[in-house]
């Protein structure tokens, strides 16, 4: 139980197109999904909080409004990368909170690594 | 949240124990300890997490001392496939909506045959 994909894996695009990753947990319903990025040799950096049917709470230094955060079902929250550059070229990894009772606990996709030519 | 320090490497031979160590000496009363871990390229894996007691499941063990001011991740028979970098993080709580990890370097162990 508790298995969180996301769609594509890996993804290679042209400076200026706009890219979009979705994060789907597959056996429970998740209120809230967080995405992170993680450069190589670093850690994860929260990038943001996805509350499904409400607007994403963004980290300092986060562009809203090239990072678009929809949440529009339960089991779904989607990440668009707008206008990517190759500063971009990242490890994007989501994870969802699956509020069990006694173990409200983040489980984590399997990361998605995209490169911007 | 509280800090942690973590060894930025450790090496394992293969059948034995990992022992890894982190340090939490800022933690408060209500801040409980994860443990995750993150193979290569990805995403992390939950292992374990623990508040006062020890706790022991089936990927690993988790002993907390008595000040919680530091804790040690066992991985009673390490192999191959447990080689990762693995994260201590201490965070407030299990209840609610707002529960921000916040990811240091964590240790990297490579299991050796």
């Known amino acids: 139980g508790a298995v969180v994909s996301q769609h594509p894996s890996w993804v290679i695009c042209k400076s200026g197109t706009s890219v979009k990753i979705e994060c789907r947990s597959l056996d429970f319903q998740a209120t809230t999904m967080f995405w992170y990025r993680q450069f190589p040799k670093q850690s994860l950096m929260l990038m943001a909080t996805?509350?499904?049917?409400?607007?994403?709470?963004?980290e300092q230094g986060v562009e809203k409004d090239k990072f678009l955060i929809n949440h529009a079902s339960l089991t779904l929250s989607t990440l668009t990368v707008t206008s990517a550059h190759p500063e971009d070229s990242s490890f994007y990894i989501c994870?969802?909170?699956?509020?069990?009772?006694?173990?409200?606990?983040?489980?984590f996709g399997p990361g998605t690594r995209l490169t911007v030519l | 949240d509280a800090k942690t320090t973590q060894p930025p490497s450790m090496d394992c031979a293969e059948g034995r124990a990992a022992n890894l160590p982190c340090n939490h000496s800022?933690?408060?009363?209500?801040?409980?300890v994860y443990w995750y871990r993150q193979i290569h390229s990805q995403g992390p894996q939950y292992i374990i997490h623990g508040l006062k007691n020890n706790e022991t499941n089936e990927m690993a063990s988790l002993i907390i001392t008595e000040d919680r001011k530091s804790s040690t991740l066992i991985l009673p028979h390490a192999t191959l496939r447990d080689t990762a970098v693995y994260y201590c993080i201490v965070i407030i709580g299990m209840a609610g909506n707002n529960r921000k990890l916040i990811w240091g370097l964590g240790t990297s162990l490579a299991v050796n045959p």
């Open positions: 800022t933690i408060s009363g209500n801040e409980y």
């Open positions: 994870s969802a909170l699956s509020g069990r009772a006694g173990f409200n606990e983040q489980f």
């Open positions: 996805s509350n499904e049917g409400s607007k994403a709470t963004y």
